[in-house]
């Protein structure tokens, strides 16, 4: 991974555990300038976590950056690849009471929150239930879980461009069962035998892995799969995409009303085969008022470079307001 368009490496300056209720502890730290603009960062997936290089987006003499590992994943426990790993307290509504609370914990009054993938589905959730906590949106791949979202990525749509890789992702699925691909993999996700639920893991995190890139990037796909990570990510995913991430169908969309008065950017890929462009230019069309900036040379991931131009571009242009 190329992430030269980006600011340098730096180290937290503080970090800790939150105790969000139910069991989940949080882990969470901070970077950059303690006196600076609050932002938050929110992983995609659900499931993956949060990496060094994410405080990268954002000038570290102007921001106050904070990252979290969301319920069950990252370094965040109990993890969703614990044997036993119960699911029932992680959904949208207890990450935003989270970020409710981590907020409220670090005495941030409002702050901007960034999101891309899963990110910015949770960060539209985040923003429609708290508008008044947040100064600012940005907002990458966007991906708002309605149903041709995700049957395009887990039903068929995607294997149009990459029926090599789609082979591999039917692969640990019997014949008769592929016609409902999210419900059989729930099935294998949840098998407390890890001949099971490990193969599906990986060919689940794979799929995701070898698509996310305008071109395969061996780095993505061997983290993604090694498997500690793809379980929790696979299960996470899996687990918020059978409940349509408990939203109805277009609400994220429809919620625009309460949130555009917020400034905002959406940065899109328009080679995203993973959150396909049809998606931002809906949330455009809903929301003329926020930037758009379509990326012309780049997939999703916000590795490309590309993507990072164009989103530390909108850190930037926010970073003294
Ligand atoms: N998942 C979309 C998403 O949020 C369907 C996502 N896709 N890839 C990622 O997140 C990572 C690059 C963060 C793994």
Redesign the pocket.
């Given at each position: 991974m190329n992430l030269d368009a980006l600011y340098p490496p730096i180290e937290p300056y503080d970090d800790g555990v939150l105790l969000v209720g139910d069991g989940h502890r949080v882990a969470w730290e901070v970077s950059g300038n303690p006196d600076g603009k609050p932002v938050v960062f929110l992983?995609?997936?659900?499931g993956?976590g949060t990496s060094e290089w994410h405080r990268r987006f954002f000038d570290p003499e102007k921001y106050r950056i904070v990252l979290f590992d969301q319920r069950g994943c990252g370094r965040s426990t109990p993890h969703a690849s614990a044997p036993g790993a119960d699911l029932r307290f992680v959904t949208t509504a207890h990450l935003i009471a989270d970020l409710e609370l981590l907020r409220r914990n670090l005495g941030i009054a409002k702050w901007q929150v960034f999101g891309?993938?899963?990110?910015s589905?949770l960060a539209l959730a985040y923003a429609q239930a708290h508008p008044d906590a947040v100064t600012e949106l940005i907002l990458r791949?966007i991906?708002t879980l309605r149903r041709a979202e995700l049957e395009w990525?887990y039903e068929g749509g995607a294997a149009a461009l990459f029926p090599d890789l789609w082979e591999d992702f039917l692969a640990p699925i019997p014949v008769l069962e592929r016609n409902r691909m999210l419900e059989a993999y729930h099935r294998r996700l949840a098998d407390p035998d890890p001949a099971v639920h490990v193969p599906a893991a990986v060919a689940w995190s794979t799929w995701?892995?070898s698509t996310?890139t305008l071109r395969p990037d061996a780095e993505?796909i061997a983290r993604?799969s090694e498997p500690e990570a793809a379980v929790a990510?696979a299960r996470i995913?899996n687990h918020f995409?059978v409940n349509r991430g408990w939203f109805s169908e277009g609400q994220l969309i429809a919620g625009v009303e309460a949130i555009r008065h917020i400034p905002a950017v959406i940065v899109q890929g328009r080679y995203d085969a993973?959150?396909p462009m049809m998606t931002a230019w809906d949330l455009h069309r809903a929301w003329p008022e926020a930037e758009f900036v379509m990326v012309e040379d780049a997939g999703?991931?916000?590795?490309e470079p590309g993507i990072q131009r164009a989103l530390r571009g909108a850190t930037d242009r926010f970073a003294d307001d």
């Open positions: 992983h995609g997936g659900p993956a891309g993938s899963w990110g589905a791949g991906f990525f995701e892995a996310i993505t993604m990510f995913e995409f993973c959150t999703h991931a916000a590795s």
